[in-house]
């Protein structure tokens, strides 16, 4: 969705098709997203969810969803022995056993989770992120009767992302208002002085109170202002390392593989 709406933004700012005012309005919009506080108020949320869910299947023993793989038929018809024996055992274990499981899951989260972001200084770690999918799959590499129900609960049954791919892409969402921000501060500059400054220092605090830093690392965002005109802004990317604004795309040459290379803004050649 972020995307989406940004790239109007993109376009007009590519064929300076916005006013003063208008570049005004878009940014007061952009200032109110914070994607690093999302995602700490989804990793509390998911705590406290998780939490009430626990005690609901401690009192009815119901284990749908949680430790069924096959999602769709809701039952173990297909299911291993492994699953089977997993399941007697949520059924009749002691009530205390949900709630070890609970703690190793709500100190895992707080430990390696919530320490990938920080909201505050909105910084972002991805080595932490790789860090705690590593350490994900050491606390359920042998099962316990304390935690045969995290290892569902670190473990989703799609599987559908990793905790660093997660992590990932409420920073890549932050990054992109960082970089849409200060490249409306950057336009805003141009129509007052016919060409983009020679650095981004000079947008302060006439066109922006504060240029966003590069949420990884901290640094300010990269930019260098080209030959022809124009500008290269980027962040040095999910890979924690400056390869000088270049941008790397999937296999099929469309889709920009956000793992590798930096994020970068910069406008197509007239």
Known sequence: MLQLTLQPVYEGLADHRWSDAQL???????????FLGDYEFCQRSE????????????RTRDPEYLLYADYGNGNSRNQSFKEELRVFVFRHCPGGWFYQNLVRY????LEYYLPILDASHQLAFPASARHANDAMRKEVAHLT?????????????????SQDALAEKFVSGQTSVNLARTAIALERYRLAHAEFPGSLDALTPQ???KVPHDVIGGQPL??????????VLYSVGWNETDDGGVVVFKKEGVNVEINEGDWVWRYPAK
């Open 24 to 34: 005004i309005t878009l940014d007061t919009e952009l200032t109110k997203l914070d």
């Open 47 to 58: 705590l406290a969810f998780i939490a009430k869910d626990l005690e609901y299947r401690r």
């Open 106 to 109: 709500g100190r895992f989260a």
């Open 145 to 161: 009767s304390y935690n045969f129900i995290e290892d569902k609960l670190l473990c989703p049954l799609f599987d559908l992302c």
């Open 207 to 209: 066109f922006i109170a």
């Open 222 to 231: 990269k930019y260098r202002r080209e030959a022809n005109g124009q500008f």
